[in-house]
């Protein structure tokens, strides 16, 4: 069955990808910080406060959307793997002479 081992071949590809790609994500979003900066860092720039707090609304937002991609390509992953599950378990109650 040379098209059931392609498939499962181009399956254990995508999955590995899948999981590369989540830990990359994930890594990125790691280095965003769940605060906003001293405005002190802006100098006495009359806004300064305002300008700190929508940096922080930045990090915040490239945090969570970071994390969410994470998320999604996990469960991506974990769907690859049931499907994995499932035809190698097609492809042993097809076997001929397996009691069924």
Known sequence: MAG???NRHALERLRNTVVQAAGQLGSIGDQ???KAPNS???GSVASAG???TAVGGVEQRGRDEYGRAERNLKA???AIGKVQTNIDQA???STPGRDR
Do not use: K, P, Q, Y
């Open 4 to 6: 059931i081992e392609l």
């Open 32 to 34: 965003f910080t769940d």
């Open 40 to 42: 002190s860092i802006f």
């Open 50 to 52: 305002a300008l700190a």
């Open 76 to 78: 991506v992953e974990r």
């Open 91 to 93: 492809n042993l109650d």
